[in-house]
């Protein structure tokens, strides 16, 4: 039901939202070769949640909310049902039909969906302002955040996140599909992606190495501590067994016989780049996909820029990442085949 769901998106936002956040010029770290332009198009100063997740702010009829930035989750903007409850929105129920002959639809059968949609007065992130529009409503997970905006938004076009620096940067570059694009560091490491042609998706994925085994990856700046769903953890050689292991709390609304549990891993590999003792959780998320979650607690580790434009996605070892809390482990499940 996922494809249905992108074609309604794509009906709902007529209008791009990262054409107008925040406009700016970069501050290029070093001078890019003649020919190249980054062209910046917009730039979100960045808070942080006690678990250290990216939170960026928005208003809602003329109301002040928290946005949660989420690279990992494909949708485009979200918004949380109870807050608008407690704004008075109305909502509605809408019913999508995608038949059999649909080239989007993978399932060979006629899908039925029911979504959740609100109109708002007027919304505006940065400084994009969209009024008397529809966008999809569902119950979010944490209630500190009126929407949720994510990859097939946040990655239309290139973006740098700098959870260091406290910020996350666009770029339209052009002229520039053979130079090196992580301005900030030369020495940054590049490392190919695979996406889908079509944008129906717009996450990266790419190739981690773990106990000498290949597993995709994806970034999520929505969860705070890195996973990986445990059918996929025993393939890789991390258990409950391992050196290191030890018991968190299940996450929520889990039994208490489906804990979490946090494994070291003395090393992984990320193309060229080496990543030392890194935590990743173990959790049983069922049809999760065969994949890796990097999470914030990762992203805080290294500055990373997403090149659409190149395929490729950057890596650059932060010196001095912040001290990371523990937090809760609040998962926002990867649907990923």
Known sequence: MTHLRRALHASLLRHAVCAGLMLGQPALAQAMPAGCSMNEQWSLPLTYTEDLRPVAQASINGKPVSVMLTTGDAKSIVFNKKVLEQLGVPMRQSTGFMSTEDERNPHGVDIFETVTLGKVTSFSFGAYTNQNAEYFVEDFMDDAFGVRIGANTLLKTDIEIALDAGHLKAFNPSGCIREHLAYWDPKAIPVPTMSDPFNRDRRFVFMVRINGNNVRAILSTGTPQTYVPLPTAHRLGLTPGSPGATREDPLPGHAADKP?????????????????????????????????????????????????????????????????????VNVIPQLMR
């Open 260 to 328: 979490v549990w946090r494994v070291p891993v003395p090393q992984m590999s990320v193309g060229a780049l080496e990543v030392k003792d890194l935590d990743v959780r173990l959790v049983d998320l069922p049809h999760a996909g065969d994949f890796l979650i990097l999470g914030s607690d990762f992203l805080h580790r290294y500055r990373v820029y997403m090149a659409k434009s190149q395929n490729l996605v950057y890596f650059s070892p932060i010196a001095t990442p912040r001290t990371l809390k523990r937090g809760a």
